[in-house]
């Protein structure tokens, strides 16, 4: 339902204000500008600005998604291994592994003779090593 046009205070008292066409009618029929007052034309003007900020904002937010390579939303979780499990996982001994764990990120020491290796590091780990 369109609003209200907003008239001079002069004009206000001696007769009812006219109703205000919307964006859309305007852009259908621009002899309506002709009719409206001041007030009326810069209540349209404020729409206009508004509806450009949120268009430039919603512009700028398809182009990044368009742009942006897509990332899993969640990084996987990361799993704590046994030596085995980690010598077998990247291709090492797990005397070399247990012998290195002071040097790898991730080390959880449960107990004085249990160690896990967390997967996320040691896969970090071995990459770097590897372009070093």
Known sequence: MPDPIVSDPAARSSSPPALMPS???VQRDPALLEAL???AIVALRRQVSHLAADLDAAFCQAMTRATTPDRPTQTPADRLLTPEAAAERFG?????????ADDIAGVRRLSRKIVRFSERHLERF???SRFD
Do not use: G, M, Q
């Open 23 to 25: 964006l859309a009618e």
């Open 37 to 39: 007052s001041v007030s």
């Open 92 to 100: 090492v001994s797990k005397r070399w592994l247990l012998d290195h």
């Open 126 to 128: 071995f990459t770097r």
